[in-house]
């Protein structure tokens, strides 16, 4: 949520990187912002007054009966009821505006980072690194859907029985290779210095707020509405609200947390090639890396957890490179994002399978997360996230890339954890 204070001090700057956005009418939502803050501010105003001003008409009430002046006391006692009623009224009406301009912030995306390049959709994203040669497949090579059938690693259609389009089943050597990667990640991760937890798969409508997820705009979360729980659309949202309403030290950052959860997205609409198979999944699996940093480092912090990213795709020896997205591509939350891109020789196209993202004090304001200086003065902390790694994608590229007469080949990094190096008939 952004800062009310930015809005104010910065009304222009906060609406052109809207406008930025692609949001036509950010003028509007921010002028309608500031009304309301406006006439909240005014009515607080008016009803500290008017509560200063009955608390002195107690007080009258009280000296004027001592003095034996009862009609006077019983003209103030009036006064004093009509005060309470005007405080009761004006208290009505402050919170109706605290909870409109609440609604309306929460409906505010993030401020684009001035870094972030101008543009209305993904084709407007710029590529700002790539490493890795592209796999020389044979004429013949499969795409992943075939390859999992054929080794038979992966059921689709048992997952549409039991449950529906988007909820596989991974089956014998399908299955060890998901969890070899999910231990590869988890135990890079702690190498790197991340903490581990192994949060809820369900949340509550504070934490939804907290991250952004909710107001869900777009649909995305599967909502169990007996308890109104949230199914998780990634661990980022239990793990950051491990620090809501938090006030930490200057020397408590970093703080960096890792954690492997399944995640759920309602989303997977459309038909075709860009979602069959693993390409769109409404159930996957993801280790996710998020970090609670001070303002000052945060962009530094960025780039760490790109090179960390890096090196695991390095090490899966995938062809990948990485985006910076464009202002109209970035995720409502965001302020600054990369994207990280594997190469699907078999499909020959782009698989996302990260983002990373700073989202600077956009999270922290709704989660009350702050720290104290070394004057004791509070200031909102940076909060970051980043997929290390989102499963399916890599292991769809992981599949088409390393197939030959054999079998799938195995990277060398993961034959420790699968303990075979060859899928075969």
């Known amino acids: 949520m952004l800062e009310l204070s930015h809005i104010r001090d910065s009304t222009e700057q906060v609406i052109a990187g809207l ?134 690693i992966i059921d689709f259609e048992l997952g549409n029985k039991v449950t529906g389009a988007g909820f596989p089943f991974y089956k014998g050597k399908g299955a060890k290779l998901q969890r070899a990667l999910i231990n590869f990640f988890l135990d890079e991760a702690a190498q790197a210095g991340y903490d581990e937890v192994q949060p809820p798969l369900l949340v509550n409508q504070d934490s939804g707020l907290g991250t952004g997820q909710l ?37 408590d950052f970093p703080i960096k947390k890792v954690g492997y959860t399944p995640c759920f997205r309602r989303e997977a609409g459309s038909w075709g090639a860009d979602v069959r ?33 890096k090196s695991l795709l390095e090490k899966l020896e995938l062809p990948y490179r990485i985006l910076s997205l464009c202002a109209g591509d970035l995720g409502f939350t965001s302020a600054f994002t990369y ?46 996230n980043g997929s290390a790694l989102a499963l399916p994608r890599i292991l769809a590229a992981l599949l088409e890339n390393n197939q030959s007469p054999e079998g799938i080949h195995i990277p060398q990094v993961l034959q420790t954890y699968t303990k075979f190096d060859l899928i075969h008939d």
């Open 339 to 384: 994207d990280f891109e594997v190469y699907s020789a078999a499909q020959k196209k782009w698989l996302e399978v990260s983002s990373v993202s700073n989202f600077q004090t956009f999270q922290s304001n709704r989660l009350g997360l702050r720290y104290r200086d070394a004057q004791n003065k509070k200031y909102l902390a940076h909060t970051l």
């Open 215 to 251: 107001p869900d705009k777009e649909g995305q979360m599967y909502h169990a509405t007996a308890d109104n729980f949230y199914l998780i659309p990634t661990a980022e949202v239990p793990i950051t609200n491990i620090f809501r309403d938090v006030i930490l030290k200057e020397d």
């Open 277 to 309: 198979g693993l390409n769109r999944l409404h159930q996957f699996d993801k280790v996710e890396i998020v970090q609670i940093q001070h303002p000052d480092k945060s962009y530094n912090t960025l780039e760490e957890m790109c090179a960390h990213v």
């Open 19 to 152: 406008e930025k956005r692609g949001i036509q009418n950010a003028a509007t939502m921010i002028g309608e912002v500031l009304d309301l803050d406006q006439k909240r501010r005014e009515t607080q105003l008016e009803m500290d007054q008017t509560r200063a001003e009955a608390g002195n008409v107690a007080k009258r009430i009280g000296q004027l009966k001592k003095e034996g002046k009862h009609e006077e006391a019983d003209q103030a006692q009036q006064n004093s009821l009509s005060l309470k009623e005007k405080v009761k009224e004006l208290t009505q009406a402050f919170q109706e505006y605290e909870l409109k301009l609440k609604d309306a912030l929460y409906l505010l995306p993030n401020v684009p980072h001035a870094r972030v390049p101008e543009g209305s959709s993904s084709a407007q994203n710029i590529e700002v690194f790539q490493h890795g040669d592209m796999p020389n497949l044979p004429e013949n090579a499969l795409p992943h859907w075939e390859l999992i059938q054929k080794y038979d």
